[in-house]
């Protein structure tokens, strides 16, 4: 059940309208999370808002014709934003030099009950177990928040926060180029995985 879609909603911890970037999918705490898509594990561990998640890159020549065409379609921008509501860093030239090329997917699967067990470069293949639902996080109940971009390939963070003024520069820095710079295009996980219907 997708309890949160993508787009513009009304925030009920912060009180707010704001972009919800990806959607949200109801299920009870520690219900199993497999893979979407293979792929390469490019972060796994405490990410923020997101609480426990991983994000796991797929090059788009491993994905299917009716995905790619969707991808196609969509027409995504490769404009850099080098300012935002969160006070970003400043990007260098060189975390930029690959901006032009939309060539990896990235699922972000985020509020994981407990910090999954993977490490960057591991290969994650469809339907593998990833973690369980949980609550961690920014969040108000037990759900798995599910988001999609299109980004540069071979993207790695090593760390990757931003709400926690303890962290360094570089950590916010990789936050904001993955959350609001556009150098991963974000967009709404429905056009690629349509819903099932519901049995009875």
């Not at 303890?166 to 709404?188: G, P, T």
């Amino acid at each position: 059940t997708i309890t949160s879609n993508y787009g513009m909603r009304y925030h009920p911890i912060l009180k707010v309208n704001k972009l919800h970037t990806g959607i949200d999918i109801g299920a009870p705490s520690g219900a199993k999370i497999v893979a979407a898509d293979s792929g390469t594990v490019i972060f796994s561990g405490w990410l923020g808002a997101y609480g426990n998640a991983v994000i796991i890159e797929t090059d788009l020549t491993l994905l299917e014709e009716n995905i790619l065409s969707k991808i196609n379609q969509l027409g995504l921008s490769n404009e850099i934003y080098t300012s935002s509501y969160l006070n970003c860093p400043a990007y260098s030239q060189s975390e930029l030099e690959d901006a032009t090329t939309n060539d990896a997917l990235y699922i972000l699967y985020g509020h994981l009950k407990s910090k999954p067990d993977f490490k960057i470069g591991d290969e994650v293949k469809q339907g593998q177990f990833i973690g369980n639902v949980g609550n961690t996080g920014f969040s108000g109940n037990s759900h798995l928040h599910l988001e999609i971009r299109i980004g540069p390939p071979n993207a790695t963070f090593n760390s990757l926060a931003h709400y926690d003024n303890s962290v360094s520069s570089q950590e916010m820095k990789n936050y904001c180029l993955w959350r609001v710079s556009n150098l991963f295009s974000l967009f709404d996980p429905l056009l690629l995985f349509e819903p099932q219907p519901t049995k009875p």
